[in-house]
């Protein structure tokens, strides 16, 4: 299970670079290339300028956690409870910095990081083409801004089918003028409820440092 789940979420949370072609056309409009020669537009399904509501409440570490594992390649930094969670750290040719996983369970983590700033809402389209590429029903259950440990991030679950199986993916995309992370949690769709509290708790752990 655990392999399953890790090669669904690769496939859809690759480095930015990596993923596909991005250009511009003669009159503006941002696109997707593909290795097979075709093209969507960028956007193409996602809505533009939609309004992203604020979630007021301020989302903090929990007291638990207590080791704080520290990108290399940004000023940011998860803090997680290692009773509860083991890590490995990627190596150079890997698309992630760390990955996570819940001790004695099918819950799973990711952060990807790198040092290009983009803004959040062309983060979040290029999220959502990248999921759609190997999930094509994939679809944005829920969206947010939230201020954890005093940073604003996007919050935003999907869900898809990837192989016949469902996930659910459930993250903070952020940036600055340092970079860009994607902290991800993800797991079956059918098991989203029970480790929703575990995904708060893990997600809530980052910081800038």
């Known amino acids: 299970m655990?392999?399953?789940?890790?090669?669904?979420?690769?496939?859809?949370?690759?480095?930015?670079?990596?993923?596909?072609?991005n250009a511009v056309t003669e009159t503006g409009d941002e696109v997707i290339l593909y290795e097979n020669g075709t093209w969507k537009y960028l956007y193409d399904n996602v809505i533009e300028n939609s309004e992203i509501t604020v979630n007021d409440k301020e989302f903090v570490k929990d007291e638990k956690s207590t080791f704080l594992v520290k990108s290399k390649r940004l000023n940011v930094g998860i803090w997680i409870d290692p009773k509860r969670w083991k890590f490995t750290k990627g190596s150079e040719n890997d698309?992630?910095?760390?990955?996570?996983?819940?001790?004695?369970?099918?819950?799973?983590?990711?952060?990807?990081?790198?040092?290009?700033?983009?803004?959040?809402?062309?983060?979040k389209g290029i999220a959502i083409e990248n999921a759609k590429s190997v999930a094509p029903d994939i679809e944005v259950v829920k969206e947010e801004y939230r201020n954890v440990n005093g940073i604003k991030v996007l919050m935003m679950q999907m869900s898809g089918t990837i192989q016949g199986m469902r996930f659910t993916y459930y993250g903070y995309y952020y940036s600055n003028d340092n970079g860009t992370i994607q902290l991800l949690t993800y797991t079956g769709e059918n098991l989203f409820d029970d480790y929703l509290d575990d995904s708060e708790v893990f997600l809530n752990g980052l910081i800038e440092n």
């Open 2 to 21: 655990r392999k399953l789940i890790l090669t669904g979420l690769l496939m859809i949370s690759v480095q930015l670079i990596n993923a596909q072609i």
């Open 95 to 123: 698309d992630f910095e760390f990955q996570f996983q819940k001790k004695g369970g099918d819950l799973y983590a990711m952060l990807i990081s790198e040092k290009m700033q983009i803004p959040i809402e062309t983060l």
